[in-house]
Structure formats: structure tokens, C-alpha cells
């Protein structure tokens, strides 16, 4: 079997797979009829058209929809039996093992007992309890209740917690180091420079830049970065990887180093960056589907780079099946490479020019490449679709990694030498007082967003049917 026939079902089993998990993801349905289904129609298309190479393709891709929808109806049995043991009291020591977030007027902490059942707990927001903190806790399990139509039990048990502690009490007993909780450390350290030196809110959206996350920024704040369509530039996806990704490249072929050796130093840049960001879970997924993609596009066939960032995707969801539904970060991060593959080659032949104001152009065709294939995502969680997105991203988006730069060497220099950090601070703060001031003046445009009260998972099928089906035709040169 040649290389191109592999990467035909490699590509054809992961999007069956996918389309499994996604099937019993969203919709209730009988797995034994399902099965009973696909079984029926997999004899019939082999009866039928036997004699065909492309039915062997297709009855791959028919099998592994019936692993994915397996392996999901696994994962949805393990929950009924967590919702089946709730109420029961859980004591004995438990660390913590994430990062501590403050959300309001509480401190979310997650803590792992040492036989493994994970429980989160709401203490006061200035709480002692840090990674890596040992307790002996007492914890009555409970559920957490849904926000609107978003089931925050399983987003919750897709991030490893069981329950949450509707009682609980606990004595702080030792402490137990990590390297990933030095990470955390560092970085918080590092985010407690940019405060000092950056005043707020424009410390909140460098923060937020360079470590990933909008957390860090007032709820007004975040509103207004989702009407104008920009909180991918503090989310921690496959955008962020790209940018850095487009920037290094872009830099280190313009100085003359050949192509090859320019991807190997643009996943350098990827890996650094998600070491500095202490590897969220997030990060590194955006992380693995970029440098896959980024390997296949350089040394093989546009078709190998789709059956990478599907294959990876796969590997991904079988691991933690609730990605598909309840990830909005997986979600943006798998889609947005998807549409920098698919589209972008296209509107590279028209916009990209070698000298093409040194990579400017090129960031932006990247993010419009990724916006056209994240639209659907955004409008099905925030029911908003932005109208001014595309001149917010023209506006901004060409400096943000200028930005970056510029905040990242504040944080070098201010271990070496702070009054220069000072004015690196300040070319930061100057730089960010612009994006900020950019995004909230149209944020005040009352035609700039549109609210959609329903939105329908039908709707984003279609849409990407379309879309899917216009890039082949512009891209199937390259792909056959």
C-alpha cells in the first residue's frame, strides 16, 4: 500500500472517528441500534460495490464511527456512576493539583485524593492553599448545576474533577513540589512584574498575551473583546501557535536561513512558549497540532497536513472524549489550524507577497483564514456574531506580536537590569493602551454585533460542508 493510500485512511478513520464521538456527544441515541445501523449498512455497501478500491476507504471510515461512538458511551457510563455516588462523605489527604484561580469573591481549588477522586472546592479568595499544598480534607460530593444550556458538570469532569464539595473542611498538613507547580510559581511571579511595571487593565490584556486566558480581564472587559470578535488573541489556541509560528519563520528565512531549518526553530519558539505558560493542557494541544502540521505541510503533501491535525484531533478525543463538546479552547484551537490549512494556501496566492511588509499581511491572512472556519464555534457559545471582527483584526492584529515582544523582553531585562525594563514597560503600555482603545471604540458601534438567540447544530454542519467543499475545489491540485 503506497504512502498516499495510507494517508487516505488515516485521514478518512480519524474524521470517522470524530464523527462518532460527536454523534453521541450531542444527540441521546440507543449505542446497540446505532451499532445495529452501521453494521447493516457497512454489509450493504460491501455487497454492493465489492469490486471498488474507495469501499474499503469508506467501510474504514464506517468502523472507526462505531469506536468513537463506543469509546463516548464509555465515558458518558463512568459519569452515570459519579452522579450515582453523590452525597457521600469523602475524608483523608488530598493535594492540590492545579493552579488556584480566583473567581470573584472565592478561590476555585482542585484537589485529588490519594485514591484518585478528584473534588473541587470553593474557599475564600485569599485562601492559603497554593499547587501543591497536602490537606486533610472532609468533602460531601455534589454536583455543580447547569448555567443556562451549559452542563458545567461534564466541562468539570472533562478537566478531572468528580465533584464538587458542597461541605468540606480541611487542615493544611504539608507540601509536596512539582515541577509543574515551580511553573506556576514562576509565571505568577512573571505576571506580578507586568503589574508592577504595566498599570491596570492594559497589565490584564498583556497578561493575557503572553500567558494565554481572559481571565485576567474585567467581564465588561471580556464582553467588549467578544462583541468585536478578538478574545482569540488572549486565548490560548492553535491562532497563538500560528502567530508564533508565522513571526519566527517569517524572521528567520528573511536573514537568509533555509526553510528547513526555519520550522526547526519555529517549534523551538512553540515549545518555549508553552513552557512559559507553565503546560496548560490547552497550550499543549494547540502545541501538538501546529508542530504536527507544521512537519506535514513542510515535508509532505497538503493531504498529509489534513491527516495530521484530524489524526492528532483523534488521538486527542479518544484520550478525553468531552474535548469534542465541552472544549471551547479544543475547539477553537483544532478548527482554527483547520482553517489555516485549508484556506489559507488559497489567499495566499492572491494577498501574500515575499516582501509583504515583513510577515504584516501574512499574520492577517492567517487570522481571517482561521476566523472563516472558528465563526460557527463562537457564534454556537456566545450567540454573537461580530461585524466589525474583520476591521478590529486589520487594526490591532498587525502589532500584537510587536506587543509581545516587547512585554517579553520587560520580563528578561527586569532580571538583569529593571530601570531598562521600565522603558521596555512603557513601549508595552503604549502599544496596548492602542489595542484596548481600538477594541472599545468599536464595541460601541450598536450595528457592530448581532445577537442569535438559537443557534442549532445543523446549522454549523451545513456550514462547514460549504466551506469544506469550496476549499477542496481551490486546494484539490495540491491534495490529490
Request: aromatic content about 16%; hydrophobic content about 55%; charged content about 10%.
Amino acid at each position: 500500500m503506497s504512502l498516499s493510500h495510507i494517508s487516505r485512511f488515516v485521514l478518512w478513520g480519524s474524521v470517522g472517528f470524530i464523527c462518532g464521538v460527536g454523534i453521541l456527544s450531542f444527540y441521546s441515541v440507543s449505542v446497540s441500534a446505532f451499532l445495529f445501523v452501521i453494521g447493516i449498512l457497512s454489509i450493504g455497501i460491501i455487497v454492493v460495490f465489492y469490486d471498488r478500491q474507495e469501499v474499503w476507504c469508506f467501510v474504514f471510515f464506517i468502523l472507526m464511527i462505531s469506536i468513537g461512538a463506543l469509546i463516548m458511551n464509555y465515558f458518558l457510563q463512568r459519569i452515570e456512576y459519579v452522579e450515582n455516588n453523590v452525597g457521600k462523605i469523602v475524608e483523608g489527604e488530598a493535594k492540590v493539583v492545579d493552579e488556584v484561580v480566583q473567581k470573584g469573591w472565592n478561590s476555585q481549588v482542585v484537589l485529588e485524593y490519594y485514591d484518585g477522586v478528584t473534588v473541587l472546592i470553593k474557599d475564600e479568595k485569599y485562601t492559603e492553599l497554593v499547587w501543591g499544598s497536602v490537606v486533610q480534607l472532609q468533602c460531601e460530593t455534589s454536583l455543580p448545576e447547569k448555567y443556562n444550556d451549559f452542563d458545567y458538570q461534564k466541562y468539570l469532569f472533562m478537566n478531572g474533577v468528580d465533584y464538587t464539595c458542597s461541605n468540606f473542611e480541611y487542615n493544611i498538613v504539608g507540601f509536596e513540589e512539582s515541577i509543574l507547580s515551580k511553573l506556576a510559581l514562576f509565571r505568577m511571579q512573571m505576571e506580578n512584574i507586568v503589574n508592577n511595571i504595566i498599570p491596570a487593565p492594559q497589565s490584564a490584556l498583556a497578561n493575557g498575551l503572553l500567558f494565554g486566558g481572559d481571565d485576567r480581564l474585567s467581564d465588561e472587559m471580556q464582553n467588549i473583546f467578544a462583541k468585536t470578535g478578538m478574545t482569540h488573541i488572549v486565548a490560548v489556541s492553535g491562532y497563538n501557535v500560528s502567530v508564533i509560528v508565522a513571526v519566527v519563520m517569517g524572521f528567520v528565512i528573511f536573514v537568509g536561513v533555509n526553510r528547513r531549518y526555519a520550522v526547526i526553530f519555529a517549534i523551538g519558539s512553540v515549545l518555549f512558549f508553552v513552557a512559559l505558560i507553565g503546560f496548560p493542557s490547552s497550550g499543549v494541544r494547540a502545541a501538538i497540532m501546529g508542530i504536527l502540521v507544521l512537519v506535514a505541510a513542510s515535508y509532505g503533501r497538503v493531504s498529509h497536513a489534513y491527516g495530521a491535525i484530524f489524526f492528532t484531533g483523534a488521538v486527542m478525543i479518544a484520550i478525553n472524549p468531552l474535548l469534542l463538546r465541552y472544549d471551547v479552547g479544543f475547539q477553537l484551537s483544532f478548527l482554527a489550524t483547520l482553517g489555516i490549512i485549508a484556506v489559507y494556501p488559497v489567499l495566499e496566492r492572491y494577498f501574500v507577497s515575499k516582501n509583504a511588509a515583513f510577515g504584516v499581511v501574512d499574520i492577517l491572512v492567517l487570522t481571517i483564514s482561521a476566523q472563516i472556519f472558528v465563526l460557527p464555534i463562537i457564534v454556537y457559545h456566545f450567540h454573537t456574531i461580530s461585524l466589525v471582527s474583520l476591521l478590529a483584526n486589520v487594526l490591532v492584529l498587525p502589532i500584537i506580536p510587536i506587543t509581545m515582544l516587547l512585554v517579553f523582553l520587560m520580563l528578561v531585562v527586569s532580571f538583569i537590569f529593571y530601570p531598562i525594563a521600565l522603558l521596555f514597560g512603557w513601549a508595552s503600555f503604549f502599544l496596548l493602551s492602542y489595542e484596548i482603545f481600538v477594541i472599545e471604540s468599536l464595541a460601541k458601534i450598536s450595528w457592530g454585533s448581532i445577537y442569535v438567540e438559537n443557534v442549532y447544530v445543523w446549522w454549523g454542519v451545513l456550514y462547514y460542508v460549504v466551506i469544506g467543499s469550496i476549499a477542496y475545489f481551490f486546494n484539490k491540485k495540491q491534495i490529490l
